[in-house]
């Protein structure tokens, strides 16, 4: 267990839909880091927050955007949903947002999107 | 570009068997480099870091090397279980703090 916790654990959504996901960092991190995982393949970076600002984006389209909260928790949105952002989406929580912190995973939410 | 290739793809052992997972990255830029453990629809388990300055890591039956010049790591899993099972990732840190992912390695050890 990694303290790093994720909700809902599944979800289904329509195309065109709009969906929120939530991470709650491990208690005393400061930095939160999002990526998609499509089926059989690795994660892919989306952005990282540090205390509350995004520094640092992979190439993923405006409609994926986020927030983090004071207590350092974290919302992932995908606006006008497509079929291929059905994926596991996970968060990692670090302390101090350098580029040698260990990142600690959480558990993922699946989306399915049809 | 990074790019993070780990070879094979999917990697049947019987019990008990030694064994050897790659994993290659093109840009030897790198702060670390991490390997996880990945259970069928579960999030990831890092197994071991190594800095960049380091050669190898080791935990338990586990045990990391990294080779920055030549891109190039290995993760040695000794004496493997069926627990072992499971799909294994390797990933390295860059500028930027974001991790790059291989698509991992499929292993499955036969009881």
């Known amino acids: 267990e990694t303290g790093v916790t994720q909700s809902p654990t599944h979800l289904i959504k329509t195309r065109g839909q709009q969906v929120t996901l939530r991470c709650s960092s491990q208690s005393g991190h400061n930095t939160v880091s999002w990526y998609q995982q499509a089926l059989g393949q690795g994660p892919q970076f989306i952005f990282q927050?540090?205390?509350?600002?995004?520094?640092g984006r992979g190439n993923f389209p405006p409609r994926f955007s986020g927030l983090q909260f004071p207590n350092y928790s974290s919302e992932l949105n995908v606006n006008a949903l497509e079929l291929d952002d059905s994926a596991l989406y996970l968060c990692?929580?670090?302390?101090?947002?350098?580029?040698?912190?260990?990142?600690?995973f959480g558990p993922g939410t699946r989306l399915t999107v049809l | 570009k990074q790019e993070v290739t780990q070879i094979p793809a999917a990697l049947s052992v019987p019990e008990g068997e030694n064994l050897v997972l790659n994993c290659s990255f093109t840009d030897s830029a790198i702060y670390n480099l991490q390997w996880f453990r990945q259970d069928p629809g579960k999030g990831l388990t890092s197994l071991l870091l190594?800095?960049?300055?380091?050669r190898e890591q080791t935990s338990g039956r586990l045990n990391a090397s990294l080779d920055k010049s030549s891109g190039r790591s290995t993760l040695y899993i000794a004496a493997s279980q069926p627990g072992d099972s499971a799909t294994y990732l390797c990933?390295?840190?860059?500028?930027?703090?974001?991790?790059?992912f291989g698509q991992g390695t499929e292993l499955s050890v036969k009881p």
């Open positions: 927050y540090y205390r509350e600002e995004e520094n």
């Open positions: 990933a390295v840190r860059h500028v930027g703090g974001k991790l790059i």
């Open positions: 190594i800095q960049s300055s380091q």
């Open positions: 990692a929580s670090s302390f101090g947002g350098s580029s040698t912190d260990t990142q600690y």
